[in-house]
């Protein structure tokens, strides 16, 4: 098992955003990241996309996440169980993130990830999301309540675009992604990426994080 060996102590909403991602991969609601996730998520994506089981972005989005959950398993797993627990995940990313400033930053694996959500909430295929597409995600694959999705969907995309000005392609959410990761406040566009960290921050001041 790879050691990591220096570490940055995650703030209280790195913890909340990194926590609801862990619950995108539990799949099956175990309390653990394993291999038995993998086909309920794998489900999950070909439902919500439409594509077929062996289509190219099918088949990539499996290797990708199987890869992911292997790599987890193998960098994380201290107790040698065969299963990533929530205290386990938070610790790997709180090695993975520090002195990283951007994606670029990260191993490759890791990379990958922004890259398959995209293709994931980019049903049309152009190579850009749309308020639409944000929309459909939000609500048909996040579960985001039907009474706030049109607003929170308007202001999501305004953040992650500024308001208009930048094409949300693959470039713009990976900048959008890392803002996910290594963003310590409920400030900055990453907080929209799964569209349900709003309510508990919206009054949060503005601080500038200088360690």
């Not at 790879?2 to 913890?15: A, D, G, M």
């Not at 955003?17 to 489900?43: A, E, Q, V």
Request: contains cysteine; hydrophobic residues 40%; negative net charge.
């Amino acid at each position: 098992m790879t050691t990591l060996l220096k570490k940055r102590e995650l703030s209280p909403f790195q913890r909340e955003k990194l926590g609801y991602y862990f619950r995108f991969f539990d799949k099956d609601n175990s309390g653990f990241i394993d291999l038995d996730d993998f086909p309920i998520l794998h489900k999950d994506i070909l439902k919500y996309t439409g594509w077929d089981a062996d289509s190219m972005y099918a088949r990539l989005t499996d290797e990708i996440h199987e890869l992911f959950i292997e790599t987890i398993k193998e960098k994380a797993d201290h107790d040698n169980d065969g299963r990533v627990d929530l205290e386990e995940w938070l610790d790997l990313w709180s090695h993975l993130i520090y002195g990283s400033m951007a994606m670029g930053d990260f191993p490759l694996w890791l990379q990958m990830l922004p890259r398959v959500l995209f293709s994931i909430i980019d049903k049309k295929d152009d190579h850009l999301i749309d308020e639409e597409e944000l929309r459909d995600f939000y609500s048909h694959f996040i579960g985001i309540d039907e009474a706030e999705v049109d607003d929170l969907t308007k202001e999501a995309f305004a953040n992650m675009t500024d308001k208009g000005a930048i094409p949300l392609d693959e470039k713009t959410y990976d900048f959008v992604f890392a803002n996910f990761l290594l963003g310590r406040t409920g400030h900055g566009p990453g907080r929209f990426v799964f569209g349900c960290f709003e309510h508990s921050h919206k009054d949060e001041p503005f601080m500038f994080d200088l360690r």
